[in-house]
């Protein structure tokens, strides 16, 4: 869990639009949406560089102290980043206002743990396919992301969300039997055993007694 307190500075904005948006983002800005318990939305705009600093120290999972004209005016949690196709910056955010022990869904990272068996011993290669679950909690304790351990994992064996571990209080929303991880056979240890598989099946293959030879 984060321990480091994070915080962000936000200003009303009061002109709406791509034309609007588009000239925020020019002057260093991202737009963005305060919303939740009831409130109305507010249309916000915040630094650029500020977001970024507040999502590389934990902001993407923890409660944010959101700052208007200097004063606290929320806690939130970062719910979505818009980002541009191109250049990967985030073009808008949204913010849900939430209180410090509410308890609320949230998509948290998915970190793996150990060095799988069919890897290590094997050759194999690992495959993650899912890289966040949704968990339900108390904002004030959402870790920065969860862990799964795969060391018992051998090749064409997997490991399924039911696997994660959760901290205490919290509920596992995504499906208990999603397949998170896998360890399969490399190419290379595939295509051997494919052609030593079709090399039994030839050597296999009976012989018709009596049957009339091809002309």
Known sequence: MATKELSLSIERRDHTGTSAARALRKSGKVPGVLYGHGDAP????????ALDELLHHGGRTGVVTLKLDGKKA???LVRDLERDPLSHAIAHVDLQRVTAHEAVHARLPVHT??????VKEFGGVMDVLVHEVEV???VDQ?????EINVSDLGIHQHAIASDIALPKGFKLLTAPDTIVVTVEASKTAQHLEEAASGATIEQGTPEVIG???EA
């Open 42 to 49: 507010m249309h916000i705009a915040v630094d650029a560089r």
């Open 74 to 76: 929320d806690t939130a």
């Open 113 to 118: 743990t150990g060095v799988a068996r069919g």
């Open 136 to 138: 339900s909690g108390p």
């Open 142 to 146: 959402l870790p920065e992301h969860l």
């Open 211 to 213: 049957a009339k030879p």
